[in-house]
């Protein structure tokens, strides 16, 4: 039992000044608070004016991190009650400045796990020291070779893991005491990091031979068999490494990918509230890719998926795809494509200029695509000439620029509804408002993984799934729809951020009972919807 100053720099079981006098006699806490008690929601409301006073997002942003650093029920509660407008703050696209200043602004770890790739001997005792004896139902772990669009940031991407697990506890309820951010330190080739005497991290080139698998297969192993009911959830590893990871453990353990596995799901979900608005099949489309990495590569394969489960064939369905990267358009005589990429390559035979398809442009102006999505990290690459192009001959193109944060997005919301006299149906990764043209107010959905992986984990961790399946991931992306009226003028894609945490429920009542049909639950799910309740904690001291 935790007393004094130890239970009050405790942030799971801190409450400030909400503890009460009998509390503060107990537990060694008398004179070390200001006398007058408060209650949960006086503080709230305090934190909430605070956070409005602020002058900018970064200080917004700096101040509820010190109270997630020093009482957990108290940031949750507040972050919870006001999850649309938080979000941008302390995640998306906020996140992406505390990743770069991390170093500099070092107050805390935030009970997170530092894991060296210079000592693998330490990693069981690290794991042990910052899980303190609580018991984990969840990791998001990153080696921060591929921080949204930011690239490589070595030990400061520890920010990402911590920043996902929060919209984990505010959207979906799994409980902080019962989750770990875990950065994997393999050195960092950003030589401004390297040359940066603040900065935190190992001053060294990432290590990229066999010992940096082994390093993951050893942090794999050593947390499946210390915590046996693990969710483990991969974040922004690098292109070379992500898809390798999540195949080699995805059949033996209940193991994630966001970049890959997440965004396919809110993607599909996005595409499947456009052509509901729309009244299309998803059959009729032609699907256009820019930028062909983890995230690009991970949603094409879900979407084709989807059009399999809906009945076409391979050969039928793969006909629907154009990947364009740095390259242009991807054929199958290139040498330096991925293995992801493989699977959706074309035939230069099918084309009259195949040479001259090195550009989105042209390549857009030769496929005439229905739907195209951005994962490229190249601002603005989704011109309105590009867009003109393509909207001439679709009368509602899907087009998401989802490449984060905010400067790296292909295009903006506004200007995409502009450029097609409102007919694009439009998603963006970051966080957008809506956008009034010609009297009707479009409503921009946020397809952003953020929407999906929060329901997706409680439904997995609730019912104890032992694997996640493709048949679990297919029926979250269908679980939201539904949500959104689509005969509105002007509807989004996507339902609102503002709903997240009782839609997250429904994706996750929806998961359970998909992993209890495939008999992988090792908890009770009699009943899909009481099992994930049951099992969601709130924000309220104890
Ligand atoms: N909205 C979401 O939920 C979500 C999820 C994951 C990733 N993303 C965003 O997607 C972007 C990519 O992330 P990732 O993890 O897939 O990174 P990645 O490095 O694996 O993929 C990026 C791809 O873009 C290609 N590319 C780079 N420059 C290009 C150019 N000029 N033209 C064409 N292609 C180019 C790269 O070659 C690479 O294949 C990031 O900005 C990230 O924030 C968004
Ligand atoms: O972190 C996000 O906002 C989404 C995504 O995982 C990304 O890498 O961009
Ligand atoms: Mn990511």
């Known amino acids: 039992m935790k007393k004094g100053y130890d239970l009050l720099n405790d942030p799971f ?31 709230a409301e305090q934190v909430y004016k605070n956070v409005e006073n602020k002058p900018n997002v970064t200080e917004k942003r700096h101040y509820l991190m010190n109270i997630f650093s020093r009482n957990r ?166 292109r070379e490494h992500a898809a390798n990871i999540l195949n080699k453990y ?62 076409l064939s391979e050969a039928e369905a793969k006909k629907k795809f154009y990947l364009v990267d740095r390259q242009g358009l991807l054929f199958d005589d290139m040498t330096d494509l991925t293995p992801e990429q493989k699977p959706f390559v074309r035939k230069r035979s099918e084309f009259d200029n195949a040479d001259e398809l090195t550009t989105l442009a042209a390549a857009v102006k030769a496929i005439h695509p229905t739907i195209l999505v951005g994962t490229s990290t190249q601002s603005g690459a989704f011109t309105e000439e590009i867009v003109k192009e393509m909207a001439s001959f679709t009368k509602r193109p899907i087009i998401f620029p989802l490449s984060n944060p905010t400067e790296l997005a292909e295009a903006k919301a506004e200007d995409l509804i502009h450029w097609t006299d409102g007919r694009a149906l439009v998603a963006t990764g970051i966080p957008s408002q809506p956008v009034t043209y010609k009297g009707v107010t479009y409503e921009i959905g946020q397809a952003n993984n953020a929407l999906i992986y929060p329901g997706l984990g409680l439904g997995v961790i609730a019912s104890g799934a032992k694997l996640l399946t493709d048949r679990m991931i297919s029926v979250a992306a269908h679980s939201i729809g539904g949500i959104v009226d689509p005969a509105q003028p002007g509807a989004a894609v996507l339902p609102p951020v503002t709903q997240l945490d009782r839609f997250s429920e429904t994706v996750a009542s929806a998961v359970a009972a998909e992993a209890k049909k495939e008999g992988l639950n090792r908890n009770d799910v009699s009943d899909p919807d009481e099992c994930v309740k049951k099992y969601k904690w709130e924000p309220k001291y104890k």
Request: hydrophobic share 40%; with cysteine.
């Open 13 to 43: 079981l801190n409450k400030g000044t909400a503890f009460t006098m009998q509390e503060r006699e107990k537990y060694g806490l008398v004179g070390i608070l200001p006398p007058t008690v408060q209650s949960l929601d006086t503080q």
């Open 250 to 311: 995805v059949d033996t353990y209940p193991v994630f990918n966001d970049d890959i596995e997440g965004t396919g799901i809110i993607s599909l979900a996005g595409i499947l509230g456009g052509l509901n608005i729309s009244g299309e099949k998803l059959s009729d489309q032609t699907y256009m890719c820019f930028g062909a990495g983890t995230a690009g590569c991970g949603i094409a394969k879900r979407i084709y998926q989807e059009m399999l489960d809906q009945g």
């Open 73 to 238: 029920t108290l940031f949750f509660h507040v972050f919870k009650q006001h999850i649309a407008e938080f979000m941008p703050i302390v995640y998306d696209p906020g996140i992406a400045e505390s990743i770069r200043e991390y170093s500099e602004f070092f107050i805390t770890p935030q009970n997170a796990a530092y894991l060296s790739i210079d000592h693998p001997e330490q990693m069981e005792q690290s794991i042990r020291n910052a899980a303190e004896g609580r018991d984990i139902d969840l990791i998001v772990v990153t080696d921060a070779e591929a921080i949204l669009g930011i690239g490589d940031w070595g030990t400061n991407g520890v920010s990402i893991s911590v920043g996902k697990l929060m919209v984990y506890t505010a959207a979906a309820g799994l409980d902080p005491a019962r989750v770990l951010p875990v950065v994997l330190d393999a050195g960092t080739n950003r030589e401004s990091l390297l040359n940066d005497p603040l900065y935190l991290g190992l001053h060294q080139k990432r290590i990229i031979d066999d010992r940096y698998y082994n390093f993951v297969d050893q942090f794999v192993k050593l947390v499946e068999n210390m915590f046996p009911h693990l969710y483990l959830h991969f974040e922004d590893f690098g």
